[in-house]
């Protein structure tokens, strides 16, 4: 693969790589294999959300799956040049999905940060994620055992809390939700 090369969905669909990736406004970045704890911590709140979720008309979905976010009205996979893949990402409309993913932004994601993912998900994906209208942003970081709980208002995220010991934690998202901080991180040692 050529790294200089811009690159779109219709590409990415014929990549045959043993590693996931993502595509940010054409370049390919290679999203590498979570360590332990980052599965650990999104196995927790994959169960945690998809429990809440459960019978009511919310999708809730976890890495790998693909988020194609289209920059122009065009979604048509030659168009889209940007395709992330979200530890945990939450659709509110289900019109968004489609039998290879999602079309458009969630109304949450959920990324756990590691060192090799910290600035991708702090930076790259913290201005991608409100530029595309993702509502709401969580940050959890299974070293520090902290959960950062980002909402946007006016096209950019505010911090609404950090999260670093045992208590609920509200999303904004799902009303009635609270993840209990020590549920998140249960089995940590």
Avoid at 30 to 35: D, G, I
Avoid at 80 to 93: G, I, S
Avoid at 107 to 134: C, N, R
Wanted: charged share 20%; proline share 6%; net charge negative.
């Amino acid at each position: 693969m050529d790294l200089t090369k811009s690159y779109n969905y219709a590409d990415y669909l014929t990549w045959e790589f043993p590693e996931y990736g993502e595509l940010f406004r054409g370049q390919f970045v290679p999203k590498p294999t979570p360590w332990t704890a980052h599965q650990r911590v999104l196995g927790n709140l994959t169960g945690l959300v998809a429990n809440h979720a459960k019978g009511k008309l919310i999708s809730v979905f976890h890495r790998p799956f693909d988020v194609r976010l289209p920059h122009t009205a065009d979604a048509s996979d030659a168009a889209v040049t940007t395709v992330v893949q979200p530890d945990l990402c939450v659709f509110l409309d289900r019109r968004q999905l489609d039998e290879r993913g999602a079309v458009g932004a969630p109304a949450w994601i959920i990324e756990v940060v590691s060192a090799v993912s910290l600035l991708q998900d702090t930076q790259l994906k913290f201005a991608l994620y409100a530029q595309f209208g993702v509502r709401e942003y969580w940050l959890v970081s299974p070293g520090e055992r902290a959960v950062i709980v980002c909402h946007l208002a006016a096209g950019r995220y505010e911090v609404a809390g950090i999260h670093q010991e045992a208590g609920p934690i509200p999303s904004l998202t799902l009303p009635g939700l609270a993840l209990e901080w020590a549920d998140v991180f249960e089995g940590m040692t």
